[in-house]
């Protein structure tokens, strides 16, 4: 019944189910681009390790104006000294690791060469823990690869593609910046994140780093893993005052470095997150507005044709409540029609986006669920008042009806 | 047991452009149980309202109704439904039938309303087709049909839910008189088998069929007598 309904008022009922379609796709979409962009963030910042904190001179992210680039701008560098003095005296940190990097073309091995550039950095024996990958062949830095400033350095895998097609990298000597390096290790794969490779790097002993890579604006980036979760307020803490002490700040000035973590970069993510959200639950309220207005067309308009219907059924037996089930069943029906091809267009729309980002895919089931959900009461919302109408028509009226 | 149906004093006005229809002017009418009753009347004379009225379709401007010594009155909706679903099969003049639908799904509905379970609801609709001699003519439509046949699945959708009572508003009206025939020929076994039946007609040798003729005159009874003849012969035809 509910389908002849809808196949009588073709043109209508496409408008409906479209209006439909585009508010829950509008849902769907946004909430599957945001859950992988999620997902593939989350799986980002396991990586840092859960109870993990940087100092920077540099925030993450930062919005604002000229004068907030010029106050970062103006703040002294973190020099390989003040790491130096941070590591020595902080008692509670499992470890305190440094880092930079930089872009760099002019690598090469015997005839090849990278045609792009690859992040040169310079690490101590935690590189690998803070790039938050493992040797995949040969051996880590030791402490007396800094201190001594040997020059060796660790592959990434798109690096040692490039220069060790056929060989064994091993033991060899590479050039960087007409420098030898000999190649100590090569690390594990890891693959694309936002559309771009998470191995094209080097690393090499942050002493050498310093010496060779290092100009007036190389700021450090340290590392700090606290021993657990419980720790890691106090870790921080510590971390801060040593830093204020190291970097002699006033005690009445704010900070002159940044404490970045896991959790403010996810909070910063959800607060851009949160608006696309609005953003969406706004078009889809309009979107759903306007389809159940139609829904409720429809529904008056087959109430109307089938009077004599609503008649026959009364006189041999349906009651106001079998009535009332009927017609709501169809406006539900209809909407959740629109539900469903809304619900698939939006996991299909929501997952290009994980497409193009190159993340892996989801499928937001719960969120089908509430457009499913959201459709049956946009459909009894928008048609109980038709179905209100057919219940309370009169038996003999609706006989005499043609 | 109490009488079947018993309306006292029963009127049905109706308003057209302020103007009053005496549709019915106070109609006393008893009926019983098994009892075989035709109505007859000039056109307009109240017979259809009449039928309504019993069939507890229409509710009456002033008078009282009792239906199995109950006040219809003082019944709600679902009582109502309930009574038309259950204790009273309904056939119209023009069929009624939901033409989008199966003969057999036209004769589920009742079932449907009296929450019979599905599978005992298609099996007692194929039952209910096969005694008018439709077992046939099932998954037909009612365009697919001819009037008598029509008229046969209006029978066994009113007869589905197995009532006690069978209100026909003239039944043969729309049908060529051999259909007619066969048309009264279940009515007949129907009150056979102990059924009331009430049928309203134009037609004298249809209302002969009948033990009792109520002769409806300007909304009000003009005569009501039993029939002598014996409805058992032969109709011509
Ligand atoms: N809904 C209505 N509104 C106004 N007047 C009505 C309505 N229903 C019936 N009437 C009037 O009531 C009177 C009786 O109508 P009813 O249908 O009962 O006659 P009837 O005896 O069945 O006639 P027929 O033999 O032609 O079917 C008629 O004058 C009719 O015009
Ligand atoms: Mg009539």
Redesign the pocket.
Known sequence: MAVEAIRQNKLRSILTLLGISIGVFSVIGVMTAIRTLETSIDSQLDIFGTNTFTVNKWPDIYVGGRGEGKKFRERKNIDYYQFEELKRRVVLPLRVSVIDGEGERNIQYNDKQLKRSAEVTGADEWGLRSFNTFLSAGRNFMEDDIRFFRHVTILGPDVADILFPFEEPLGKQIQIRGLDYTVIGVTERKGQAFGESQDNFLLIPISVYLQRFSNRWTSLRITVEAVSAEMYDKTVDEVIGLMRAIRQVPPEEENDFEISSNEELAETLSGFTGGIKMFAAAVSVIALLVAGIGIMNIMLVSVSERIKEIGIRKAIGANKRDILTQFLMEAIFLSQFGGVVGVILGILGGNLVALILNVPSVIPFDWALYGLLICSMVGIGFGIYPAWRAANLDP??SL?YD | MSILIKLKGIK?Y?D?GGEV?R??DGVDVAIDHNEYISIM????????????MIGCLDSPTAGTYEFEGELVHDMDDNQLASIRNRKIGFVF?TFNLLSKATALRNVEVPLIYANIPRSDRIERAAESLEAVGLGDRMHHKPNELSGGQRQRVAIARALANKPSIVLA??PTGNLDSKSGVEIMKIFDDLHGRGNTIIL?T?EEYIAEHADRTIH?FD?KVKEDIANHNNRREPVPT
């Open positions: 003999i009226q005499r | 049905r109706y057209v229809v549709a019915l009347g000039p056109s307009g004379s109240g017979k259809s309202t009449l039928m309504n003049q508003d003239e309203v134009h409806i909304g």
